[in-house]
């Protein structure tokens, strides 16, 4: 049964947050949406010790390499990684159970036309949910925009809503880990940049696991 309530929730609560936002009812709606699924399904946020601080304000922007929960299209993955990037991302996943079906095509996005229709300056992107290697495709698109690259990761999202299970829980609290902030300007070739980036991915992915 909650699992039903929850996905009922969202489509409303993702609906009227669109609503609001075209009607620019708010500065920063989808942020006090992202509060309102986390209550709405008694999760708490803690930030692990060695977090790092959100980057918001690189010069050229960052994007925030995160991971679908279950590596599926779990939409509580989406309110979650909202609400650890303050609402000043744009998310490159549907808000809607109605669009999930977007992930069984899914190709490697345009990310410079989806933020240049938007305001946003940051994008949340998935890797592993690209078809080829995800991760090398961000980091190509980094090295060539001068984007920063910050690695965000939470554990125990997988838990708040399942799609593939059919199963939800109350009250999860969520550990969220951020990475330093990856600056393509002080690397000197693409390659050095771009294997920096992997390792600390690797690494992050192995460590959120046991927070």
Known sequence: MLFYIYLIFLELSSALAYICSWLSWHPNVVYLWSQLCLDFAGCQVFFLEKSHNLALYEENGCLFL???????????????????????????????????????????PDLSASLAKTYYYNAIVYPEISKED??????????????????????????????????????????????????????????EFSEYVGLIWREQLENIQTP
């Not at 979650?80 to 977007?102: E, F, K, M, Q, R």
């Not at 984007?147 to 969520?174: F, P, W």
């Open 66 to 108: 995160s991971t679908m929960a279950n590596n599926n299209e779990d939409l509580y993955t989406t309110a979650i990684d909202t609400y650890v990037t303050n609402g000043w991302a744009l998310a490159l996943t549907p808000y809607s159970y109605l669009t999930t079906w977007w992930y069984d095509n899914y190709e490697k």
């Open 134 to 191: 995800g991760v090398s495709f961000y980091i190509n698109f980094a090295w060539e925009t001068k984007m920063s690259i910050q690695i965000i990761l939470t554990h125990h999202k997988e838990a708040v809503l399942n799609i593939k299970k059919r199963e939800a829980a109350y009250g999860i609290n969520l550990y969220c880990y951020r990475s330093e902030v990856i600056r393509p300007k002080y690397f000197s070739t693409f390659e």
